[in-house]
């Protein structure tokens, strides 16, 4: 495969190209339709990857959450220390004088780095957060 540009046509209802032409103007000159397709396949394929088991992946969790509430903060540095291995990094952050806000760098495969997501966000006390996952494997980049 080479990286020449194959050229293929699409079809879509009107009001869902109106809607797309939106979103190519926000995205800025430099944007066109055929460079906002190449990005939302892009995405479409490194979440459909990542979605897979076994495939390693690199991922960011942001959490907000209360200092004051009960021990959370000890709960949370006993997972970070449980899984030295797949938390490469954490940035705390003091927002105001309750609330807090960590981002949290995973590495590992898809399925531990969700389930490591997953307690910490599931632990009592976080109030919201998000994990993005990603890859940078070849096919992601192409
Ligand atoms: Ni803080």
Redesign the pocket.
Known sequence: MTNDLMRFSVAMPEELLVRFDRLVARRGLAKNRSEVVRDLVRDALIEDECALPGVEVMGTLTIVFD?HANDLQEKLHTIQHDYVDNIVSSM????DAH??LEVIVLRGEAGLVHDIANLILGTKGVQNGRLVVTTAGESALG
């Open positions: 200092h705390h952050v003091h927002v609330q807090c």
